[in-house]
T-cell receptor, first 119, second 114 residues
Framework: GAGVSQSPSNKVTEKGKDVELRCDPI?????LYWYRQSLGQGLEFLIY????????KSGLPSDRFSAERTGGSVSTLTIQRTQQEDSAVYLC?????????????????FGNGTRLTVT | AQKVTQAQTEISVVEKEDVTLDCVYE???????LFWYKQPPSGELVFLIR??????QNEISGRYSWNFQKSTSSFNFTITASQVVDSAVYFC???????????FGKGTKLSVKP
């Protein structure tokens, strides 16, 4: 598609259930990022993929959070045993390349996000 | 450590006023990139500008202008003659070469009233 696609757009789940959030990046984009935006907060970095590997997982808030990317394209963010504090908008972004010294020329393109509500 | 501070949480102006959104950053990298993104009520993040650390030339794009000053570690954003459609949350962000991710500030919510 023309832009980054995320699904579902909204997800309501009960506390303790697992959820999977999907991100379909712009075709050809090798870098993929997941961010979380809580109500009234900025964007919290979660994880970054270059191709299928994740060189930076430093932002994952707990071991209940995991992400994978297959075929250098679609990525899935999984939250196990959801808690109410997991409620947020989860944003995915892609870029044609990882920002490198002197060669960064492609901004991140963001999807519309998945609004997760844990009841 | 890298950090982006947007001290203004919310700003409210009347249409046609000029408004400046502040952004102060911290980084130990000598090469880094600064960004501004706009998030309208629809929620999508829209890229506005990227500036690298070696280019302190200010930039103007229509009603938008950006003032990058390394001496004060600031990258401020000015909207001239604001319009209601400018109402959004604006995020400043920093990418430093030593890290792989883009660090965002907490955002400034701009409300432009008719």
């Amino acid at each position: 598609g023309a832009g980054v696609s995320q699904s579902p757009s909204n997800k309501v789940t009960e506390k303790g259930k697992d959820v999977e959030l999907r991100c379909d990046p712009i075709s050809g984009h090798t870098a993929l990022y997941w961010y979380r935006q809580s109500l009234g907060q900025g964007l919290e970095f979660l994880i970054y993929f270059q191709g299928n590997s994740a060189p930076d997982k430093s932002g994952l808030p707990s071991d209940r959070f995991s992400a994978e990317r297959t075929g250098g394209s679609v990525s899935t963010l999984t939250i196990q045993r959801t808690q109410q504090e997991d409620s947020a908008v989860y944003l995915c972004a892609s870029s044609s390349r990882r920002p490198e010294f002197g060669s960064y020329n492609s901004p991140l393109h963001f999807g519309n996000g998945t609004r997760l509500t844990v009841t | 450590a890298q950090k982006v501070t947007q001290a203004q949480t919310e700003i409210s102006v009347v249409e046609k006023e000029d408004v400046t959104l502040d952004c102060v950053y911290e980084t130990r990298d000598t090469t880094y990139y600064l960004f501004w993104y706009k998030q309208p009520p629809s929620g999508e993040l829209v890229f506005l500008i990227r500036r690298n650390s070696f280019d302190e030339q200010n930039e103007i794009s229509g009603r938008y202008s950006w003032n990058f000053q390394k001496s004060t570690s600031s990258f401020n954003f000015t909207i001239t003659a604001s319009q209601v459609v400018d109402s959004a949350v604006y995020f400043c962000a920093l990418y430093g070469g030593s890290q792989g991710n883009l660090i965002f500030g907490k955002g400034t919510k701009l409300s432009v009233k008719p």
